[in-house]
T-cell receptor, first 113, second 112 residues
Framework: DAMVIQNPRYQVTQFGKPVTLSCSQTLNHNVMYWYQQKSSQAPKLLFHYYDKDFNNEADTPDNFQSRRPNTSFCFLDIRSPGLGDAAMYLC????????????FGDGTRLSIL | GENVEQHPSTLSVQEGDSAVIKCTYSDSASNYFPWYKQELGKRPQLIIDIRSNVGEKKDQRIAVTLNKTAKHFSLHITETQPEDSAVYFCAASNNAGNMLTFGGGTRLMVKP
């Protein structure tokens, strides 16, 4: 059974039109992460939540925001998507930060028209 | 911050042969080293991990070795099968809550 669920699997949006990607987890993990992955590259961390504490990576563009209304759900909002934001977006969870395994969802592939 | 380098970037082996992927890290405080397998269009899946209090860990055909002094760790896959074909990522993190730092990935192709 899927433990980290991302919806939708595929998302198409228009240049500049806001889009929201969602992630839910059944693991009751404290930490939730959002990664961006472009073709043939390693996942790039955008930000993470440790419980309700939001942590932004220094090089994450302001265009990307996140919300975690409760333990189970986390959202990625892209306010004004550009062509360069087309990528796979991966959500992951871990019990705690540091030396804990991260469990990934299947990802949402975002296309920009 | 941590920097993880991974080699080779591509690796082609014959079915049944062994495959070895190597990673080096820069932060001596790193003490957790997972390996992820990612098939095309799918999520990264944790296949094995090692903590710095051990030098080697094995799970069936997969093993990971860690050399803390030299700051490198390796993934060993024996008796490779076509279904082992994927991109493999190494990563490193530490107790201080630092996030996983990924290596650049290795595309493994197992030829039948």
């Amino acid at each position: 059974d899927a433990m980290v669920i991302q919806n939708p699997r595929y998302q198409v949006t228009q240049f500049g039109k806001p889009v929201t990607l969602s992630c839910s987890q059944t693991l009751n993990h404290n930490v939730m992460y959002w990664y961006q992955q472009k073709s043939s590259q390693a996942p790039k961390l955008l930000f993470h939540y440790y419980d309700k504490d939001f942590n932004n990576e220094a090089d994450t563009p302001d265009n990307f925001q996140s919300r975690r209304p409760n333990t189970s759900f986390c959202f990625l909002d892209i306010r004004s998507p550009g062509l360069g934001d087309a990528a796979m977006y991966l959500c992951a969870t871990s019990r705690n930060r540091g030396r804990e395994p991260q469990h990934f969802g299947d990802g949402t592939r975002l296309s920009i028209l | 911050g941590e920097n993880v380098e991974q080699h080779p970037s591509t690796l082609s082996v014959q079915e049944g042969d062994s495959a070895v992927i190597k990673c080096t890290y820069s932060d001596s405080a790193s003490n957790y080293f997972p390996w992820y397998k990612q098939e095309l269009g799918k999520r990264p899946q944790l296949i094995i991990d090692i903590r710095s209090n051990v030098g080697e860990k094995k799970d069936q055909r997969i093993a990971v070795t860690l050399n803390k002094t030299a700051k490198h760790f390796s993934l060993h896959i024996t008796e490779t099968q076509p279904e082992d074909s994927a991109v493999y990522f190494c990563a490193a993190s530490n107790n201080a809550g630092n996030m996983l730092t990924f290596g650049g990935g290795t595309r493994l192709m197992v030829k039948p």
